[in-house]
């Protein structure tokens, strides 16, 4: 059946074609790479053959790890493919337990529940554990899911306010807060939500100093780890543990299955007893979704012990993010500094990027150009992300193509 007469239905076509022609004309395009083999130091792209991978969050090398990969394959033997259902009418395996009592344990907190993604496990928690007379109050560069997660929690329980302060700004926190409890009479329960580790700049958060800022409010601190996690502090426990904080000293914690710890995908909320309950009873994204397949569910566990039992991971991830920040250095390139794995290369205008990225694949390195609207204007920058699983024969090849690259400008 035509409906090309009907007043309107050409309007999505068109629009949609628009957009996409808007795209390809200004160079924002994406071109999604495909990967013809396991994720590893290098990894084979159908068009570019076998490169260095120098932009995948597969920090500690678990992805293809042996032990990960049968724990994922004993589980499918064992479980089948799924439950076909959502966990609270016949969708919990015992993998399921496993996995959320080895992440509490892991952090030393009270209790754990996962999800499909960290993308829902922060459209969890907010809105199933905020109420009306609550207020929540966020770093302006948070992850986009946690973005979302605080819009939805607004837009579903009417009265929650929103506050967003300046990036690691903590004195804008302090007002915020102060604010939110002297003059907009807040009398819920205030949550300030950080990311750990955030993804553009590589930076952190200050855990300690904003956990006293939130206790002299009376205030709930949530932190999203989901880059932190696997590779800060001595043990990989996450950002709080580079600051020499335990676990339980930030009320809740969520976090991704999908980067360090595995690769696979999946998320968590870890935490305080009361908050998990709550959402295994009212979670919407647990009362109406499916749970994390069982063979990610055992690959994940598998991930998490190796981490728990060889912490020369770790070291290695750290001699490796030196080298690199030293060799790029070296080069005659600009590296934002921090303790993370994260190395932005910064080179301002978005085309020189992605130019830039384009060409060290045709060295054998794989690394990604974000511009704007990703970053800010005139901020565009090649992300470099280290790898315990990279060789320092891996990165002497990217020092390289940086020379040539350097010579070529
Ligand atoms: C990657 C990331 C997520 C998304 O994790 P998924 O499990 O892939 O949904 C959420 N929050 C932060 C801070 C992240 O870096």
Redo the contacts with the bound molecule.
């Keep these: 059946m035509s409906t090309a007469n009907v007043a309107g239905s050409d309007v999505f076509p068109n629009r949609a074609k628009e957009i996409l022609t808007h795209l390809e004309e200004t160079g924002q395009i994406k071109h999604l790479q495909m990967i013809e083999g396991p994720m590893d130091a290098t990894v084979r792209l159908r068009d570019a053959g076998e490169v260095v991978c120098l932009c995948s969050?597969n920090y500690l090398g678990l992805a293809n790890h042996p032990e990960v990969k049968q724990a994922g394959i004993d589980a499918i033997e064992k479980y089948g493919a799924g439950t076909a259902s959502v966990r609270f009418i016949c969708g919990t395996f015992t993998p399921h337990e496993t996995l959320e009592k080895r992440i509490a344990t892991f952090y030393g907190m009270e209790a754990a529940y996962t999800?499909?993604?960290?993308?829902?496990?922060?459209e969890a928690i907010f809105p199933t554990l905020c109420e009306p007379e609550d207020m929540i109050i966020s770093d302006e560069l948070?992850?986009?899911?946690?973005i979302d997660a605080i819009r939805l929690t607004t837009t579903i329980k009417k009265g929650i306010q929103k506050g967003v302060y300046k990036h690691n700004d903590l004195a804008d926190l302090r007002e915020k807060l102060r604010t939110a409890r002297e003059e907009k009479n807040v009398t819920g329960a205030i949550w300030v939500v950080t990311?750990?580790?955030?993804?553009m700049e590589g930076d952190i958060a200050d855990l300690p100093k904003m956990r006293e800022i939130c206790d002299e409010f009376g205030a709930l601190l949530v932190v999203?780890?989901?880059?932190g996690t696997g590779v800060m502090g001595e043990t990989g426990r996450g950002t709080h543990e580079y600051y020499h904080m335990a676990g339980d000293e930030i009320d809740f914690i969520?976090?991704?299955?999908?980067?360090a710890l595995g690769g696979g995908?999946?998320?968590y909320v870890v935490g305080r007893r009361e908050g998990i309950d709550l959402m295994i009873q009212r979670g919407r994204p647990t009362l109406f979704s499916n749970a994390l397949p069982a063979t990610v569910a055992a690959s994940a566990d598998k991930a998490i012990e190796i981490l728990m039992n060889e912490p020369q991971r770790m070291q290695k991830l750290r001699d490796n993010v030196a080298y690199a920040r030293k060799g790029i250095k070296e080069v005659g390139f600009d590296v934002l500094e921090s303790p993370t794995a994260i190395c932005p290369i910064i080179v301002h205008d978005t085309a020189r990027a992605i130019a830039m990225s384009k060409k060290l694949l045709e060295m054998g390195v794989f690394v990604i150009g974000f511009g704007y609207p990703v970053v800010p204007e005139g901020e565009a920058r090649l992300r470099v992300q280290i790898s315990a699983a990279h060789e320092p024969a891996h990165l002497d090849q990217l020092f390289d193509a940086l020379k040539k690259l350097k010579a070529s400008a």
Excluded: P, Y
């Design positions: 969050n999800f499909t993604s960290c993308w829902n496990a922060n948070n992850h986009a899911s946690i990311d750990g580790v955030f993804s999203d780890d989901s880059h969520t976090g991704t299955l999908g980067k995908a999946g998320g």
